[in-house]
């Protein structure tokens, strides 16, 4: 079917390019391939993998994108032991012990309890249920750190992205009435699943360069002078060829100009640099390495 | 940058085939994937930069996709010299990055060849006899007459397989009552009025620890590296999640490969493995290279992590320490097996062997079969 319409590219430039502007004013810089894929994200209505390290605004993706569409932003965030109680939904327990006893004397037969005490009124929607009811408008579900939970939530998921209905057995199925865009976030920390990875499309965010690494900083923290600005990303680029058992990523850029903005420092020199330490390196053995690497003639 | 014919069947006509292309050169998606990169490219049209995107967060689903799809794409739509380049990168590795000179194994597995034949007629076990047995599982792997090999084999798998059952079924028995389960209890209590005479409860689900193990297969090892080989072999076939991995100078993951085949075959396959077979050791380095590709997928907090070396280090000791002492602090339990602990008058007092100690849970002999099936206890 898609080979019979291929349409001339303006249409299709030109929604990438509303997205690369539209995430650039509500301060996220994206490049343009992680622009094409969240078009196709919204035009394919495909989940969306976005992997990469720590830091690197994965997350962010997902709620500058509900922004950017109007769209409510639902988040899930996965741990291990992430159960269907606390991702999907859960009776009211309390509620419904008090409405037995409250019918206790009423005429009503076992069924009719039964079916008022498992009625939408005792139900406790969790992110998942919340992002099929949503009424008016498709909502951004994001599923943060999805490789932190185990593989018996993961096929669960799987079901839940082909169809988007849930069941509960006690009500029946219910079925969304608008597709989620949804937007899944891995760290990397375990290989998911081939049959999850194959529905999605997938996104490789990677360190930026020192220019969009620089244009971050300064969209961010716009009173940040231009040459600390510059000090410092040059600083944090460095520092990411060190080896670090953590690598800083974008959020440990900004942290570290926001605290030498917060100091007053208006350079960056090795004073500075001891001060905001802890908001490059989170070990021991890294700052070691960073300090190391500063005091070397090079530097 | 793309040359795109102008009609829309001769596009759909190149970018199917650059799927091909594309598959052919390793990155793996199916039939989904292909329809995927037409509709991508129906909606995003022809233009060059937005369609190689598209096409990437399409048939990609990993990191290792996502390089190799930059070369498929500049070899597909772009220069001559690309073609090489990426022909040069797919050829496997002939030889260790370290130069190791591989040792041709085929005459070494040949007792991996005979565990298939002496299967088939199993009759000649029984004949073995309940003292015969006692007496290989003590016996030292090294000292062993190649002809006996064959009888320990079969013995040896009998046992790790009964090893890794026994495994199973004491994890099941350990488990008690957990919480209160609500919702069944409420249900139940619907017809007493709500009283909630019978409580209905939630075990808890143990889930089996996962297995890390690292083989030293340098020289050194060599009187028992392919004994142990089959260990780990029985040993991950009853792990849901088990990694292994050979070291000698340098560390190679062959997970995939065990799971994938049977034994004989795995051994066969795995003596085609640059991984520096009788080579030289280096221990600490191993251990970085594992530190710095595999830690954030395999360590974490219920990994039992199993390193089976002699210590016999030529790297330095205090960067073996360094790495152990990393691995230590983010896993469940280190167990160090060394072969050489059965030996009478064998200390740990090698530079390398003592630079490990502190950072070690458990440090157990792996000689002999009672040996390894003493393991059990541990994990």
């Known amino acids: 079917m898609a080979t019979s319409r291929i349409p001339a590219s303006d249409a299709a430039g030109e929604g990438v390019d509303a997205i690369v502007s539209g995430f650039e004013r509500l301060g996220y810089i994206a490049d343009r391939s992680l622009a094409t894929a969240l078009y196709l994200v919204t035009k394919l209505r495909k989940p969306i993998l976005v992997e990469g390290h720590a830091g690197l605004g994965k997350t962010e993706v997902a709620k500058v994108l509900a922004v950017f569409l109007g769209a ?63 009424e008016d408008a498709s909502p951004v579900l994001l599923i943060d750190e999805i490789d932190r939970a185990d593989e018996a939530f993961e096929a669960f998921l799987l079901e839940l992205l082909s169809d988007f209905q849930i069941t509960i057995p006690e009500m029946g199925t219910i079925h969304a009435k608008h ?73 440990e850029t900004l942290d570290c100009a926001e605290a030498l903005l917060t100091l007053g420092k208006l350079r960056l020199d090795e004073e500075a640099m001891e001060q905001t330490l802890g908001c490059i390196s989170k070990s021991v053995e890294d700052s070691a390495k960073v300090k190391a690497a500063w005091s070397r003639p090079t530097q | 940058m793309i040359n795109l014919p102008a009609s829309p069947n001769e596009t759909a006509r190149t970018i199917v085939e650059f799927c091909r292309f594309a598959r052919e050169k390793g990155l793996s998606f199916g039939v989904q994937g292909t329809l995927g990169a037409l509709e991508a490219a129906a909606v995003l049209g022809v233009d060059g930069q937005d369609l190689k995107f598209g096409l990437r967060s399409v048939l990609c689903s990993s990191k290792d996709d996502w390089d190799l799809f930059e070369e498929c794409f500049q070899t597909f739509w772009g220069g ?51 003292s015969a047995r006692e007496r290989l599982a003590k016996v030292d792997v090294s000292t062993l007459p190649q002809n006996d090999m064959a009888m320990l084999d079969q013995i040896a798998l009998r046992l790790f397989k009964q090893m890794s059952r026994r495994l199973q079924r004491r994890r099941r028995i350990g488990t008690s009552r957990g919480q209160v389960d609500l919702r069944r209890t409420i249900r139940r209590s619907i017809s007493r009025g709500g009283e909630p005479i019978n409580l209905r409860y939630r075990e808890k689900k143990l889930r089996p620890h996962r297995l890390v193990t690292l083989l030293d297969i340098s020289g050194s090892m060599s009187p028992y590296s392919l004994f142990l080989v089959k260990f780990l072999y029985a040993l991950q076939k009853h792990f849901q999640r088990a990694d292994t991995f050979l070291f ?53 907090s ?25 691995v230590k602090r983010s896993v469940r339990k280190l167990i160090w097996l060394n072969p050489l602990l059965g030996l009478k008058d064998y200390q740990p007092i090698t530079t390398g062997m003592s630079a490990a100690l502190p950072h070690i849970d458990v440090f157990a002999p792996a000689h002999n079969l009672e040996s390894l099936l003493a393991l059990e206890k541990h994990l």
């Open chain 2, 80 to 130: 001559s010299e690309a073609v090489r380049l990426l022909d040069r990168k797919m050829r496997p590795r002939k030889e260790g990055p370290f130069g190791v000179v591989r040792r041709d194994l085929t005459s070494l597995m040949s007792t991996a060849s005979s565990d298939d034949v002496s299967s088939e007629k199993d009759g000649a076990l029984a004949v073995t006899g309940a």
């Open chain 2, 302 to 326: 219920d990994t039992v992590f199993v390193i089976l070396s002699d210590g016999w280090d030529t790297g330095e000791p205090g960067a073996l320490a360094a790495e152990l002492g990393d």
């Open chain 2, 248 to 300: 000698s100078t340098n560390l190679v993951e062959i997970t995939a490969l065990m799971r994938a085949q049977r034994l004989p075959q795995a051994m066969q396959a795995l003596s085609q493995q640059p991984a520096g077979w009788s080579g030289g050791t280096n221990i600490g380095g191993s251990l970085r290279e594992f530190n710095q590709h595999y830690r954030r997928k395999l360590r974490s």
């Open chain 1, 179 to 251: 597709v989620p865009y949804v937007v899944l976030t891995s760290n990397r920390s375990r290989d998911l699943g081939d049959a999850l990875k194959r529905r999605c499309l997938y996104q490789w965010i990677d360190y930026p360069n020192p220019g969009k690494e620089m244009k971050i900083v300064r969209t961010r923290l716009p009173g940040i002078e231009e040459e600390l600005a510059r000090q410092v990303v040059e600083y944090v680029q460095s520092a990411r060829g060190l080896n670090l058992s953590k690598p800083p990523g974008v959020a």
């Open chain 1, 72 to 134: 409510p932003l639902i988040r899930l965030q996965c741990y291990e032991g992430l159960d269907v109680s606390s991702a999907v939904y859960e009776w009211n327990y309390q509620k419904q012990l008090l409405a037995i006893k409250i019918e206790e004397g009423s005429d009503k037969t076992v069924e009719e309890k039964e079916k008022h005490i498992f009625s939408r009124e005792f139900l406790l929607e969790r992110p998942l249920l919340q992002s099929v009811l949503v």
